[in-house]
């Protein structure tokens, strides 16, 4: 499996919990060298606890379930 498809089913994974609380993440790119781009929508945009959720959770998921993720950023 592509490491894109394998972020996306990860991503699958954790976005009921984005969604429980009115926010939602969609991705954007997945680079060569494992960085993830992804873009927080709806509650998370403006929420100031973003990059905290964006690292602690999102970041930390991804690294779990794709070896190969290196970072994730947001764009």
Known sequence: MEIKQEVAKALN?????????????????????????????????????????LKMGIERFLKKSVPEVKEVVSV
Request: hydrophobic share 35%; charged share 25%.
């Open 13 to 53: 994974e954790i976005r009921p919990n984005l969604q429980a609380d009115g926010g939602d993440v969609e991705l954007v790119d997945v680079s060569d060298d494992g960085v993830v781009k992804v873009k927080l929508t709806g509650a998370c945009k403006g929420c100031p606890m973003s990059q905290m959720t």
